[in-house]
């Protein structure tokens, strides 16, 4: 498909599209259950109807830059398979718009989920060799410390030599930043360019932008995860900036 980036500050910001599809069956329910704390009028203003998930990535370039910020959800056997509608289509996708894999000099994983992370991998081997991958210590401590599991053995410890683990805010280059905003996981980052922050799954479902005191069941720490919702939509807000997000069906939702 063809894609509109958004320049910001220099930097070109490019949402990517890797899949589209409703949750698997074993994790569908009503969004209502997936949801809890949103007033009907919360819902009122976004709907309710069957959650059609959207699987982004976005690709930033800068003079002689080419960052990718998440992985998506990888082929037909990586680890998200067992869960989200369909393989990824990121490697196609960045072709289309003339990114080869091995141009790519930074990933940057908000999170050490399976459809943000398992893209990073492929046949056993990392997908973009040439570039360091930025995430938080703090979650690879917690997907270490989980013992044994599908991300941890088939991406993470393929990725060990690309790896470069952060510990808080951290430049990745001229104008963009990782930021810590943890309690959908412990160590989940944002990424900072200019007045656009890409959230990952700091807010999943717009809802959580209408109320960010709407707790996803996924959030591993739920009120963690409301603090860094209110704090970084409020600054956005402040800012007059826009959110680019992983999930919702538009890449950009404007919040000034
Ligand atoms: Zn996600």
């Known amino acids: 498909m063809s894609y509109v980036p958004r320049l910001v500050d220099g930097v070109e910001v490019t949402p990517i599209l890797d899949a589209v599809g409703p949750l698997g069956a074993g994790l ?19 709907g309710d109807g069957e959650w059609v998930l959207h699987f982004r990535c976005y690709l930033l370039r800068g003079p002689g830059r080419v960052v990718l910020v998440d992985a998506g959800i990888g082929g037909n056997d990586s680890p998200a398979s067992t869960w989200a509608p369909v393989p990824g289509r990121l490697v196609q996708e960045l072709a289309g718009v003339g990114v080869a894999p091995g141009d790519v000099d930074t990933v940057v994983l908000t999170h050490l989920h399976s459809d943000h992370a398992s893209g990073a991998i ?36 393929p990725l060990t030599m690309l790896i470069d683990a952060v510990n808080g805010a951290a430049p990745v280059m001229p104008g963009v930043r990782v930021a810590p905003a943890p309690g959908h996981t412990p160590g989940h980052q944002v990424v900072e360019v200019g007045n656009v922050t890409l959230t990952g799954d700091l807010v999943v479902h717009p809802v959580q932008v ?11 720490d739920s009120e963690r995860a409301v603090e860094s919702r209110r704090a970084v939509l409020d600054g956005v807000r402040a800012r007059g900036g826009a959110i680019g997000t992983s999930h919702f069906a538009e890449p950009f939702t404007e919040l000034g």
């Open 28 to 46: 569908r329910r009503p969004l209502t259950e997936l949801f809890s704390g949103g007033s009907a009028e919360d819902w009122d203003v976004v």
């Open 210 to 220: 209408v109320n960010p005191r709407v707790v996803y069941a996924h959030d591993e």
């Open 122 to 157: 492929g046949e056993g081997v990392p997908v973009f060799p040439n570039a360091r991958h930025v995430i938080q210590r703090a979650e690879i401590e917690w997907i270490e410390g989980g013992g044994p599991s599908p991300t941890l053995e088939r991406v993470v410890r």
